[in-house]
């Protein structure tokens, strides 16, 4: 049994029809969603216990929805929000425990894969496609299933300005190992920051407000001024405001920390023992609006 899902052009309400291998119609459309704003762009998969619905809903705050269908086409429960924004993602793909959904990340310049489950919660971090940063466009992902790995293939402006198709095979993440902490974070003068290279596919790091944090009620997530992703060396050239040095020029009120990254696994800012740190970073960190992506 095949499902359709389509929208109304009169008040944009969503509905879904189930038809049969011959494109006909089974039973009466199901009514999904209505009301305030608009609904774009929807996508069905057959699954064994019925059907998933994914669209895109510009009404605030403008997100992709999921929802369960029964074997009827019937809606099982409310629409779940998730925080994909993009109105463009892929088809939806159900690959035999799981949904995977292709999507771009809009002013970050990223392909990832949204994993989740039948009830549309998901499952681990966004597999990361493509991390370049450089502000090429990227857009319109399509994705499909191997059987045992997603492909992706979307449009890129990066290599002639102009659109060109690029394509990659993914390794699902259950095979890949989470980064290690980085070691060895230090000034090796007055301008270079450097750590131990672990290996690590690329590193964040994060600049921060020291005296926020030192604060009896200090948090982490305010702290945060800046980001640097994706970097693919262990070190960084540091340019301090000159009226904020002393000695050696390394500004006294700020922090910088670093976290190994990957296809898969964004790591930890944490320290790997001896700084007599207390409470983990990551969360507040990775709260901030200024954090990295």
């Not at 086409?73 to 779940?80: A, I």
């Not at 790995?149 to 990066?158: E, F, L, S, Y």
């Amino acid at each position: 049994m095949f499902g359709l899902a389509y929208t109304l052009a009169a008040d944009d309400d969503l509905y879904f029809r189930r038809l049969d291998p011959f494109g006909g119609y089974v039973g009466s459309p199901a009514f999904v969603r209505g009301g305030f704003g608009e609904r774009f762009n929807p996508k069905a998969a057959a699954t064994p216990w019925g059907y998933g619905l994914v669209w895109y809903d510009n009404a605030p705050p403008e997100r992709n929805w999921y929802q369960k269908l029964d074997a009827t086409g019937t809606p099982v429960g409310s629409p779940v929000k998730t925080d994909i924004a993009t109105s463009f993602p892929s088809r939806l793909v159900w690959i035999g425990q799981d949904f995977l959904l292709a999507y771009d990340t809009g002013s970050s310049h990223q392909i990832r894969i949204f994993r989740f489950d039948q009830n549309g919660t998901r499952l681990g971090p966004d597999l990361r496609v493509d991390g370049d940063s450089t502000g090429a466009g990227k857009g319109n992902p399509e994705l499909t299933w191997s059987g045992t790995k997603p492909a992706v293939a979307w449009g890129d402006t990066r290599w002639t300005g102009s659109t060109q198709v690029a394509v990659s095979l993914q390794t699902c993440c259950e095979d890949v190992p989470a980064p290690p902490l980085v070691q060895g974070l230090n000034f090796s003068d007055a301008t270079t920051m450097a750590w131990t290279d672990n290996g690590s596919e690329r590193y964040d790091r994060v600049r921060g407000n020291l005296g926020t944090v030192r604060d009896p009620a200090g948090d982490w997530t305010p702290s945060v001024l800046d980001c640097k992703n994706d970097r693919t060396t262990a070190q960084e050239t540091i340019m301090p405001d000159p009226a904020s040095c002393v000695g050696d020029c390394i500004p006294p009120s700020l922090y910088y920390l670093v976290r190994a990254d990957s296809t898969c696994w964004a790591g930890s800012y944490d320290e790997a023992g001896g700084s007599g740190q207390q409470a983990g970073r990551d969360s507040g960190i990775e709260s901030s609006p200024n954090a990295c992506p």
